[in-house]
């Protein structure tokens, strides 16, 4: 039987019950009847928020892919509403009967991959993201256009226009999110830890974190090293697969995670960190995703015991570098794939009240995504601006000074939230917070300073 992969072509692998899906890997029909349909995912789910909708509920969807195994078509209708999940997981958190939404919905996902036809243009927009997004080298490259376009005002000017958002929505969604691009701050391959080793940590450096937030990962290696950790930065590392199993391009997440294992296994580390939260839930289900596979699906279950976001390590050890006084208010913004897949809440919270003087305020409808969802904010771009407006509503209301969150993608889609607001804030990753408390830096430095 072929297998058709990531072109959006039909595959010819016989059907399931002569319905939606085939063979590899359905909905798992015992997961789906763990749903007692009680409706607590539904006011924590945000297209239901938006637009009331029960087929764009976790519980409606649920209902389609049950739908699929008894012998209903995948049609466009049936396609849209799997399309419209953000894949935030918030409704994971909310079910009390446990169901594992976020296994069948990727499962869901990629038997769309394989069996539905999506128009051209859905299909040119996936094929451009996904030539660029999951490569680190490619997103360096658009570094130097992206800075020229910032430095000279064309970005803005273009903005002023309008012609993008009218011609290509899409694409104009892209240019608003690119964050302000500094200098590249370049990792050595190691970073000695200050006092007494504790451990030796290898670097997930990420792919868009890795290209648009250096400064992310030289503070995440600072704080690590400060902390008595020997921090190992493997140079050849790819992408982790995150972006493309939470699409469903299964096949082509399964050789990214192959290449991952193998770079880190050979980098003679403990423990494997990660400072971005979608790419961290990904890292931890590696064991499912290569399941099948005789060679690695032992060797990714080890690998996956020793991922920790970068918050879980530090909480964990404890601290040992002084932290000087930060007088700052913060709002913290839990990132969907920290708090609702890994359920990684308390650990940024701790490590943010042991700064002195620094003052965490909490954001309403805390559980609701930003609308930012790996690559949602491009290819859904309406909806994610309403919940990009809801959610930067929500925090400006805090009165903060200052943003702080845990994923690269969250930090994009919220600043450019909050700047069409009007509204002057200063954003950060939780790690850079540390890092400045540490070093002892002036809290100005980040009351004004912006992705």
């Known amino acids: ?40 995912c539904l006011p924590t789910c945000p297209t239901y928020v938006l637009w009331g909708e029960e087929m764009d509920s976790p519980r409606g969807r649920l209902y389609l892919m049950k739908e699929g195994l008894e012998g209903a078509p995948m049609d466009d209708a049936m396609v849209e509403h799997w399309d419209n999940c953000l894949g935030c997981m918030s409704c994971v958190t909310a079910c009390p009967s446990g169901v594992k939404y976020d296994v069948l919905i990727e499962q869901t996902r990629a038997q769309v991959e394989r069996r539905h036809e999506r ?55 892209m240019e608003r999110l690119a964050p302000p691009l500094g200098p590249p701050e370049p990792l050595p391959r190691r970073v000695p830890a200050t006092g007494e080793r504790r451990a030796t940590v290898g670097l997930i450096t990420g792919c868009v974190q890795g290209a648009f937030f250096p400064q992310v990962n030289a503070a995440t290696a600072r704080v690590l090293a400060a902390e008595g950790c020997d921090v190992v930065i493997p140079p050849q590392q790819s992408c982790c697969g995150a972006l493309s199993v939470h699409n469903g391009r299964e096949t082509e997440a399964q050789r990214f995670a192959r290449r991952t294992i193998d770079t880190f296994e050979q980098a003679g580390v403990d423990r494997i960190v990660i400072n971005a939260a979608g790419c961290g839930s990904t890292l931890k289900d590696y064991a499912r995703l ?8 032992d060797r990714a279950r080890a690998f996956q015991d020793r991922v920790s976001d970068i918050a879980e390590i530090l909480d964990e050890l404890g601290p040992r570098a002084e932290r000087h006084p930060l007088p700052v ?22 490590l943010l009240g042991g700064i002195p003087d620094l003052e965490v305020r909490e954001i309403a409808e805390a559980e609701l995504c930003c609308g930012s969802a790996g690559i949602y904010n491009i290819l859904h771009p309406e909806a994610s601006r309403e919940l990009g407006e809801r959610k930067a509503a929500n925090i400006v209301a805090t009165g903060a000074e200052v943003l702080v ?25 939780l790690v850079e917070v540390l890092d400045a408390s540490i070093r002892g830096l002036d809290a100005d430095r980040l009351h004004h300073r912006t992705i």
């Open 405 to 429: 969150t845990a994923n690269p993608g969250c930090l994009l889609q919220v600043t450019s939230a909050i700047a069409a607001r009007g509204h002057e804030m200063g954003m950060a990753h």
């Open 329 to 350: 208010t913060v709002a913290y913004h839990d990132a969907c794939h920290l708090a609702h897949a890994q359920g990684v809440r308390d650990e940024p919270r701790r």
């Open 119 to 173: 128009a051209p243009s859905d299909r040119a927009l996936r094929a451009l993201i996904f030539a660029i997004f999951p490569h680190p080298r490619r997103l360096r490259l658009l570094r130097g256009p992206l800075r020229v376009l910032q430095r000279t005002g064309l970005d803005r000017a273009l903005r002023r226009t309008g012609l993008l958002e009218r011609m290509a929505p899409h694409l104009a969604a």
């Open 1 to 40: 039987m072929s297998e058709l992969g990531q072109t959006g072509s039909i595959t010819d692998e016989s059907s399931y019950g002569g319905g939606a899906f085939d063979r590899r890997n359905p909905p798992d029909e015992a997961l789906l009847g763990d749903c007692v349909h009680c409706g607590f």
């Open 290 to 297: 290569l399941a099948d596979d005789p060679t690695y699906a």
